[in-house]
């Protein structure tokens, strides 16, 4: 069975500071792996995805993440924080035939 | 224009109820989805229709039944409604199931509170 672990339940960054949001994957076959930001009381948005390629995948907001396929992981990053990035983020990955599994979340709180 | 769209956005129904979402997206998606996110925020897929056809069933009690009457709406039916029930129900789309690479699109959610 596939799995998707996000080890942080919160991580805390100052404004400006670099900011990680961990993800380490379990899947079959090549991984797909996604990033999704949750606002409170919104639906999920979509960031950024890995399928083939490059390691460091660009998205919206100016996050980006690192793909490492010998340590299954998958890593959000953005160089400075913003106050308005905190929100609820999760990783999520598939493989095979299998469905979209999502990690539990991680709690982004920026500090002004 | 809002993508993907979901009625009503909040629930409020005592035990035994019958009671249904609605989903409508306007992306030409041909794949559409239903997750419930409980009250941990973990979120879990439930149904996924590919052009109104039925492709993915997870571990759902058969209380619960999905409808998709044309490939942009996708309705959640719930009968006899429990505790348990309470979450946060999200609709979604994508372009299809397959490739795997397609992200999803999801709808504000619906807050589904039994009592």
């Known amino acids: 069975a596939q799995s998707v672990a996000q080890p942080e339940d919160q991580v805390n960054v100052a404004e400006g500071n670099p900011l990680t949001v961990k993800c380490t994957y379990s899947v079959s076959g090549n991984p797909y792996l996604f990033w999704y930001v949750q606002y409170p009381n919104r639906g999920l948005q979509f960031l950024l995805k890995?399928?083939?390629?490059?390691?460091l995948v660009k998205g919206s907001y100016g996050f980006e993440a690192e793909f490492n396929k010998s340590q299954t992981s998958f890593h959000l990053k953005k160089p400075s924080a913003l106050v308005s990035d905190s929100a609820l983020y999760f990783c999520?990955?598939?493989?095979?035939?299998?469905?979209?599994?999502f990690g539990k979340g991680t709690m982004l709180l920026v500090s002004p | 224009d809002t993508a993907v769209s979901q009625t009503p956005k909040y629930l409020v129904t005592q035990m035994g109820n019958d009671k249904s979402i609605k989903c409508e997206q306007n992306?030409?998606?041909?794949?559409m989805y239903w997750y419930k996110q409980d009250s941990k925020k973990f979120l879990k897929i439930m149904f996924s229709?590919?052009?109104?056809?039925?492709?993915i069933n997870e571990t759902v009690p058969n209380r619960f039944s999905p409808k998709s009457p044309d490939k942009a709406h996708l309705n959640l039916h719930i009968n006899s409604l429990e505790l348990g029930d309470s979450a946060v129900y999200f609709c979604?789309?994508?372009?299809?199931?397959?490739?795997?690479?397609?992200?999803?699109?999801f709808g504000p959610g619906t807050r589904l509170t039994v009592t």
């Open positions: 890995y399928i083939t390629g490059d390691n």
């Open positions: 992306l030409g998606h041909d794949t």
């Open positions: 229709y590919n052009n109104k056809e039925l492709i």
């Open positions: 999520a990955a598939r493989g095979g035939y299998s469905t979209l599994t």
């Open positions: 979604a789309s994508s372009r299809g199931d397959r490739p795997l690479s397609y992200e999803q699109y």
